[in-house]
């Protein structure tokens, strides 16, 4: 008998995840949403779009579409199966707003995709996503807000942005256009990486650079006290807004080693 034997190996990411929301300091209601569905390789922060009727319905829509996007087939269709349930939970918000008939209805997405070495961030709206990889935190997302598209085209200083009286008007959500309008950066996925979803209830309280202070001095252990930390400082600064932290940390694993035999001696004399 010849036994021949292939030595099948590859890598595989596995996940360390943490999340939490928060009604804050000022607020009564939490319009604010997160989820976490690692098997699926999909993380999302949603929030309600402030002073309209049911923002807490709009970002709790979106959660419940996404959670059923199942187990994919790779980065493609991972793509497909949230960008479809994402027009499906847009269609219910401004279907639910004519009905109300009190005006929009809307909510800011985040997302992080992963499937295998590769990720992609979907969003629409002021929420962010950040990466820490090392000691180099990166934003990735690029606020869709009028403040910003006025720095964009130099109308106004960054020193002005700080006070600017219509800073926190977004110009894009998930409710308020025929289909969603999103924007996406893709990449490849590091041993190690660590992601921050956020809602604009934490940033407003953080700069960049003291973001990258508090994420780097926390990550020599579990994510879960660092995400406690950042809500925690958040409310401590005033907490005007609903606070939410969705933090993913990327592990790569290897798959263990398959043998596979080319003799089977239990179908022997059955074919």
């Known amino acids: 008998m010849t036994d021949r034997r292939v030595m099948a190996t590859d890598e595989m990411m596995s996940f360390e995840t943490t999340l939490r929301t928060d009604v804050g300091c000022v607020r009564t ?9 690692p098997t699926s390789g999909l993380w999302v922060v949603a929030d309600g779009m402030g002073g309209h ?3 807490d319905f709009a970002s709790q829509t979106i959660c419940n579409a996404l959670e059923t996007v199942g187990l994919p087939t790779g980065a493609m269709d991972l793509r497909a199966r949230f960008m479809a349930r994402l027009t499906a ?6 279907a639910k707003a004519e009905e109300l008939g009190t005006g929009t209805i809307g909510s800011t997405i985040v997302a992080l995709l992963i499937q295998q070495d590769h990720f992609a961030c979907i969003w629409s709206g002021d929420s962010r996503i950040y990466r820490m990889r090392g000691d180099q935190l990166t934003r990735i997302t690029r ?5 910003q598209a006025l720095l964009d085209t130099g109308a106004i200083t ?3 942005a700080e006070d600017w009286p219509r800073k926190n008007v977004i110009t894009r959500a998930i409710g308020v256009t025929e289909l969603p309008e999103c924007d996406m950066v893709e990449g490849a996925l590091l041993d190690g990486d660590v992601f921050l979803l956020c809602s604009d209830g934490l940033t407003e309280y953080f700069e960049d650079a003291e973001l990258a202070d508090v994420l780097y001095s926390g990550l ?4 879960e006290p ?12 005033g907490g005007k807004d609903n606070v939410s932290v969705v933090m993913v940390r990327c592990h790569k694993t290897g798959f263990p080693a398959l043998a596979v035999e080319s003799d089977y001696p239990e179908f022997r004399g059955e074919l």
């Open 29 to 37: 209601l939490n319009e604010d949403s997160v989820m976490a569905a």
């Open 89 to 94: 939970a847009n269609s219910t918000i401004q």
């Open 220 to 223: 020599t252990g579990s994510l």
């Open 53 to 55: 009727t049911a923002g």
């Open 226 to 237: 660092l995400c406690e930390q950042l809500i925690s400082m958040a409310l401590l600064r």
């Open 143 to 147: 606020d869709h807000t009028e403040v």
């Open 158 to 160: 960054a020193a002005q």
